[in-house]
């Protein structure tokens, strides 16, 4: 016999179930309150792959929006390893003066 209902195959349709759910649980996710879970799944298929895309190209836009507005010239005194910069530490750092005792 040949292919299944529409080529689905139970050898894919694991991997079919799986983006379908994530692809829900990402809306309902990044949607902030704005859908449930059971809006989204009774939503048209068209419907919900408009809603990802549009939610998809927001967040991507957000995301470049921030990395366009840090600042070139600050300086962080530990990197994202947990290593401290000594000399940004050093410069940062207000100097301390030694009290003078009569």
């Known amino acids: 016999m040949g292919l299944a209902f ?8 694991t991997e079919h179930r799986v983006n379908i759910f994530t692809q829900i649980h990402e809306i309902v996710f990044w949607g902030n309150g704005g859908y449930s879970w059971a809006e989204v799944y009774n939503m048209p298929i068209w419907l ?33 390893q947990g290593n401290v910069n000594k000399e940004a530490f050093k410069q940062a750092s207000p100097t301390l003066k030694t009290p003078q005792y009569k």
């Open 48 to 80: 919900r792959h408009f809603t990802f895309n549009k939610l998809r190209t927001h967040y991507e836009e957000r995301n470049k929006q921030s990395q366009t507005k840090k600042d070139p010239k600050k300086v962080t005194l530990v990197d994202q």
């Open 6 to 13: 529409f080529g689905l195959t139970p050898e894919n349709s």
